[in-house]
């Protein structure tokens, strides 16, 4: 895309506009009340567009595109992303999404029977789905750690991995931001153990680009995984994946899909995973002018005191608690639900979908701990009068 498009539309879309004001910068449906970026971000109109510029260059002619500009391109963009999120280009590829990146760690793992990954009960469905499997085939377990919730601490969290861990460990695997209980937790006092106990450590960190001020190398772990279709506004798929610098651990890393790239390097490898729409990583720079044009210390603070705050006000509405601890908090947060539901996936899709249906408010149900809690999300487009109405549902 070109500059000037991007600063024009730059100005008109984000210039200190915040709230419902700024919501027609994205294609949100201005009736809903929507109060859950995290689950599958939401683009602004200008980051689609940059992404459809890419899509109608591509279609001009589509054997230059995929053979000469394509490859450039590619590496052009992880040129922009990856030191924005403090790694070099050379250590960052593009994957579709965070489950495809773990994909691509867990199943390049070469696990032997009684061989264990180590992760926590709080991860992330899909991926410990991955985790299962790759153990499965190889005689392995997937070994969880139970944090204590709720009134998880930091602290409470490095222990837990720490007694989960033993010699027959070959992998911790630890989400930045968790997805059922919205805890940012200590990945970098994680990664130190890990080190002192000789154990590789990826951190699935699909929350953490937009929401936390990010620096992957300064983690510590071994592999990264990270979306900016989440709270960096990309156009949706984009991810990315990082490896360490200096192969570490014994993996023989490959995408989960094998193209001709096979055993000619990482970019190779991943670069090329058979023909698709590499628009929205291509775009990412448009995403990125988006977000930087809001202030990223600004808007990152603004998105967990409005969290706080929103789920403060759904909670006294309720008469109800906030589960997550100050202390561990991002731009998301969960409610205690004011009447039990029973913590299934249907119970909880179940009363999402009637919130939704008779109230015009987006918000998802989690089944956690024995029970079910709602996690609202904070962004740009959020304030205050969006929890009210949540909070004003169930008023007590
Ligand atoms: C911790 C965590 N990991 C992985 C994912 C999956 O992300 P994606 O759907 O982009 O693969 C999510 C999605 O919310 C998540 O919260």
């Not at 922009?80 to 994909?103: H, Q, R």
């Not at 990264?224 to 949706?236: E, S």
């Not at 179940?350 to 998802?364: D, F, L, S, Y």
Request: aromatic share 8%.
């Amino acid at each position: 895309m070109s500059h000037n498009m991007i600063a024009s539309d730059l100005d008109a879309a984000t210039e200190l506009r915040e709230g419902a004001a700024i919501r027609e910068a994205f294609w949100l449906d201005p009736a809903a009340t929507y109060l859950n970026h995290g689950s599958y971000g939401a683009v602004p109109r200008m980051v689609s567009e940059a992404a459809e510029a890419w899509r109608r260059r591509m279609e001009r002619q589509p054997v230059l595109f995929f053979q000469e500009t394509l490859p450039a391109a590619l590496r052009d963009a992880a040129g922009v992303i990856a030191p924005f999120l403090g790694a070099a280009d050379e250590d960052m590829v593009f994957v579709e999404n965070a489950t495809s990146g773990a994909n691509a760690i867990l199943r390049s793992l070469r696990l032997g029977p009684g061989d264990t990954i180590v992760g926590t009960d709080h991860g992330y469905g899909a991926v410990r789905n991955t985790a299962r499997h790759v153990a499965a085939v190889a005689g392995a377990a997937l070994v969880e750690a139970k944090l204590p919730f709720p009134g998880t601490t930091p602290g409470a969290v490095v222990r837990a991995l720490e007694e989960a861990i033993d010699a027959r460990t070959r992998l911790v695997i630890i989400d930045h931001v968790t997805s059922p209980t919205a805890l940012v937790l200590p990945v970098e006092d994680v990664a130190r153990l890990c080190r002192r106990r000789g154990v590789p450590l990826l951190v699935d960190g699909a929350h953490a680009p937009g929401m936390l001020d990010l620096d992957i190398q300064a983690v510590g772990a071994d592999w990264y995984v990270g979306n900016p279709h989440k709270w960096l506004f990309a156009a949706r798929g984009c991810a990315v994946l990082w490896r360490a610098p200096g192969a570490r651990g014994e993996l023989d890393l490959h995408p989960p899909v094998i193209s001709h790239g096979y055993g000619s390097g990482y970019h190779a490898e991943f670069d090329w995973t058979g023909t698709r729409d590499c628009s929205p990583y291509l775009a990412v720079d448009a995403a990125l002018a988006f977000y930087r044009a809001l202030g990223p210390a600004r808007l990152r603070a603004r998105n967990v005191a409005l969290a706080a705050e929103g789920a403060a006000m759904v909670a006294a509405g309720w008469g109800t608690e906030v589960l997550t601890p100050a202390a561990m908090a991002g731009s998301m947060a969960l409610v205690a639900l004011p009447f039990a539901v029973e913590p299934t996936r249907e119970a909880a899709r179940a009363t999402r979908t009637r919130i939704w249906h008779e109230h015009g408010v987006e918000v998802p149900v989690m089944a956690f701990g024995g029970a079910c809690h709602v996690r609202v999300s904070a962004q740009i487009y959020n304030e205050p009068a969006d929890y009210r109405r949540l909070a004003n549902i169930f008023a007590r």
